[in-house]
């Protein structure tokens, strides 16, 4: 799905000299590379605050415990994402509260939103699945109205923008109060192991995020608040300084490749190529297609056959996994998540891909829906 190896030798010589540099000065906790790191990435991103922490989930969860939240609060999410985000609030001991997605983009349902609300909700976290944003301009006038706090899941989006109606264009994960993203492998920006990073305007909340991501700590030793810990490495963040000067270029790559798969892919009626929002840029983190009357078993089958690896992005959305069943949800209840996981195929997407492997992949998908 990724060809991290091909990458990776492109910029081998500027990769090893920092790790290289980073082993030299012994610094591998808190070293100058992690200021470097935040430092850059917060003129990337135009935030003020970036709080490289240990991992994504991570991000997720110190967010959650930097909001002063009690037992039972509700937080809204999308029935269709990644785990991680239903996991760090319940862990806690908050109430996640599913909602389902727009099936064209992926996206959290504004509607679906509006609809979840009680006196109960104290916060929303949209995800901006597979590296487009979700519809921020209604999320956030609506926490607006009922005084909720917005989490991003900005996991795989790094480098999407948001365009406001006053044509304001915002980076993902840096309009809400707090936006997260994760620097594993195979994201759009990613290290050479975990990583992860917390992003948010507010100076109060950034002061409180840094410490929770250190064990609650302000004065050495002295612990205001039950915390973690939870950090980025020097060495992930000399792969890191060096990988984001090379972000732009790698959506770029990207882009074109879902061009070339869109081309292909255009006026087939067995298959729906991915419906780009009109307020957001994409970083298509993955490029999922939507079949229509396919045995996407047998598809994915046949292409493994001829060496091409598929991905199901989700098979089962939330409110259907053993972990988070309760009375609450039951099958039926996001209709569009349902049928997204069972129709939805992601194909290969990286920096990498040569128009001979999309030729190669394209040919075989269409020879299959023929
Ligand atoms: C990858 C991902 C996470 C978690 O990131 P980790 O670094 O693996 O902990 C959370 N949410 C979404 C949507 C993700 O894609």
Excluded: W
Excluded at 37 to 62: C, M, R, W
Excluded at 264 to 285: G, M, W
Aim: charged share 20%; net charge negative; proline share 3%.
């Amino acid at each position: 799905m990724v060809d991290l190896k091909s990458q990776y030798e492109k910029i081998k010589t500027q990769i090893d000299d920092g790790i290289q540099e980073v082993i030299d000065s012994t610094s591998f906790i808190k070293g100058s590379k992690v200021v470097d790191f935040q430092h850059n990435l917060e003129s990337y991103l135009n935030v003020k605050h970036v709080i490289p922490v240990g991992n994504g989930t991570d991000a997720l969860q110190i967010a959650f415990m930097a909001l002063g939240l009690k037992a039972g609060d509700e937080v809204i999410i999308p029935a269709f994402t990644f785990i991680a985000t239903a996991e760090v609030i319940a862990l806690l001991g908050l109430t996640p509260i599913l909602v389902d997605v727009e099936y064209d983009t992926f996206n959290i349902s504004i509607d679906s939103v509006r609809k979840a609300l009680t006196s109960k909700t104290k916060a929303i976290v949209p995800v901006h699945l597979f590296g487009q944003n979700a519809n921020m301009q209604e999320i956030l006038s609506l926490a607006k109205e009922h005084n909720l706090f917005v989490v991003e899941d900005a996991c795989q989006s790094i480098g999407s923008k948001y365009m406001f109606s006053d044509s304001a264009q915002v980076q993902s994960g840096c309009m809400g109060d707090i936006g997260c993203t994760s620097f594993f492998p195979s994201k759009n920006l990613g290290c050479f192991g975990d990583g992860g990073a917390i992003f948010t305007n507010n100076d109060a909340l950034a002061a409180i995020m840094r410490a929770v991501a250190n064990h609650g700590m302000v004065e050495r030793y002295h612990h205001d608040m039950i915390g973690v810990n939870s950090r980025l490495d020097s060495i992930q963040a000399a792969v890191l300084n060096v990988k984001l000067k090379h972000l732009d270029e790698y959506i770029a790559n990207r882009l074109a490749a879902a061009a070339y798969y869109n081309a292909a892919f255009a006026n087939n009626d067995k298959l729906i190529i991915p419906t780009r929002s009109v307020n957001s840029t994409h970083v298509y983190h993955q490029y999922t297609l939507k079949l229509i009357d396919v045995e996407r078993a047998e598809l994915q089958r046949l292409l493994s056959d001829k060496g091409i690896p598929t991905m199901i992005y989700y098979p089962v959305p939330l409110h259907l996994q053993k972990a988070y069943q309760n009375d609450r949800y039951m099958s039926g209840d996001f209709p569009n998540a349902e049928r997204l996981s069972k129709s939805v195929l992601s194909l290969p997407m990286h920096t990498e891909l040569s128009e001979r492997q999309l030729e190669y992949i394209t040919s075989n998908v269409l020879e299959f829906l023929k």
